[in-house]
């Protein structure tokens, strides 16, 4: 009997491309591979450190980059979360403006009912636009 598995969520589907991994995973451990296959050059041939100390080296300086293609944070991948802590960073250096109190509350209690209301328009520009062919119209008339 052929059978397949359903996951319970579908956007915690990711389509695995080789050995059981995702692209976002095989990129990132093709990305910890390149750092590795680097820093044992720097590290046997330019710096001459012993291989035996060279290997613990290279182990901690890949680390971190195959993990970052398993890791999420609070359901979001490693990139999604490091954009919202930019915008986070970015947006908190700015002043934040909080009112106690509303603008009615400030007014006498007849003035609440003079503030005019503009109903906002869908399309500005069509509004603009008929406007303008009145206003015209009207002078055509009055020449």
């Known amino acids: 009997m052929l ?3 359903i996951p319970k969520e579908i956007r915690d589907y990711q389509e695995k491309i080789i050995f ?11 990305l910890a591979v ?8 720097v590290l046997t041939h330019l710096l001459s450190v012993p291989l035996s100390i060279a290997s613990y080296c290279i182990v ?11 890791i999420r944070i609070h359901g979001r991948t490693f990139e999604q979360h490091l954009l919202l ?3 986070h960073r970015k947006r908190g250096t700015q002043p934040r403006l909080y009112a106690r109190t509303l603008l009615p509350d400030l007014l ?4 609440v009912h003079e503030i005019p209301y503009h109903k ?21 008339k009055t020449e």
């Open 3 to 5: 059978q397949t598995s």
């Open 108 to 111: 006498e209690p007849d003035a």
């Open 34 to 41: 390149a750092v590795g296959i680097g820093s044992y050059f």
């Open 120 to 140: 906002p328009t869908s399309n500005l520009n069509r509004r603009r636009k008929y406007e303008a062919q009145q206003e015209a119209a009207s002078v055509r």
């Open 60 to 70: 901690a300086v890949c680390a971190p980059f195959m993990a970052l293609g398993f």
């Open 85 to 87: 802590v930019y915008r």
């Open 20 to 30: 059981g991994l995702s692209i976002r995973q095989l990129g990132f451990a093709s």
